[in-house]
């Protein structure tokens, strides 16, 4: 990577925030991430997933956003988290998704989206009137962890597998007042129905499971312009 002092080109305020992470098969992902010269953070020996999924307006379009990533190094030997590879990612306005892979290279397709920060807190992702994935928080048991988060670090992009051009990245800033409450499988719903060869699958395929939930009602969100590695 270059070496490069973010300077942020959109800044959204007021972004409506409910986040799943949790944990995966490592050996799924550092397969999966070869191609992108990637890989896996380990966590005691598991992949770090992340799903987000929020509501917000950007330049008066309101639209809701999911994303999967990965939280990964750039070394082999490396055990510090470099930054978080960029799965998949699915917007509610099919002009938004367009823009996002046609100026920014980011893997963002249309879909339906539901997010609701209110508790019970729940996000819900469908295509054609079929449900792709439902997450939802039950009742909780215990008062929330509370504390304003901020990240900064590096994104990573998919490579397209036809080419040999290096990967591209962006910075991001993404934080604020949050809410953590465990993910409990007994109590919590997470359900999965992927179609054949679409990114939701490797979810499935590399056991991806619940650890924790983080809400936020009033996120702020930055990016970068798009570089080369």
Excluded: C
Excluded at 37 to 65: C, N, Q, Y
Excluded at 83 to 89: Q, R
Excluded at 154 to 172: E, V
Excluded at 219 to 229: D, E, M, N, P, Q
């Amino acid at each position: 990577m270059k070496s490069v002092s973010p300077k942020y080109i959109a800044v959204v305020a007021n972004i409506k925030e409910v986040i799943l992470s949790g944990i995966a098969d490592l050996d799924f992902w550092r397969e999966h991430l070869k191609l992108h010269a990637l890989v896996p953070f380990s966590e005691d020996g598991r992949a770090h997933l992340l799903i987000s999924a929020t509501k917000l307006t950007w330049m008066s379009m309101p639209s809701r956003e999911l994303t999967i990533s990965v939280a990964v190094t750039t070394r082999e030997d490396a055990n510090t988290l470099d930054g978080f590879y960029l799965a998949h990612a699915s917007n509610s306005s099919s002009m938004l998704a367009w823009m996002e892979r046609a100026f920014f290279q980011t893997p963002y397709y249309p879909a339906t989206i539901e997010v609701a920060e209110e508790m019970p807190a729940r996000f819900k992702l469908s295509q054609a009137q079929n449900d792709w994935l439902v997450a939802q928080m039950g009742k909780p048991q215990s008062r929330p962890q509370r504390a304003d988060e901020l990240w900064q670090g590096a994104i990573f992009l998919p490579r397209d597998a036809t080419s040999k051009q290096p990967g591209n990245f962006f910075y991001a800033s993404l934080g604020g007042a949050t809410d953590a409450y465990p993910f409990s499988p007994s109590l919590d719903t997470f359900e999965l129905k992927p179609q054949p060869d679409t990114p939701l699958r490797w979810l499935s395929d590399s056991n991806f499971t619940g650890k924790e939930w983080r809400i936020r009602a009033n996120a702020t969100h930055a990016r970068s312009k798009t570089f080369t590695i």
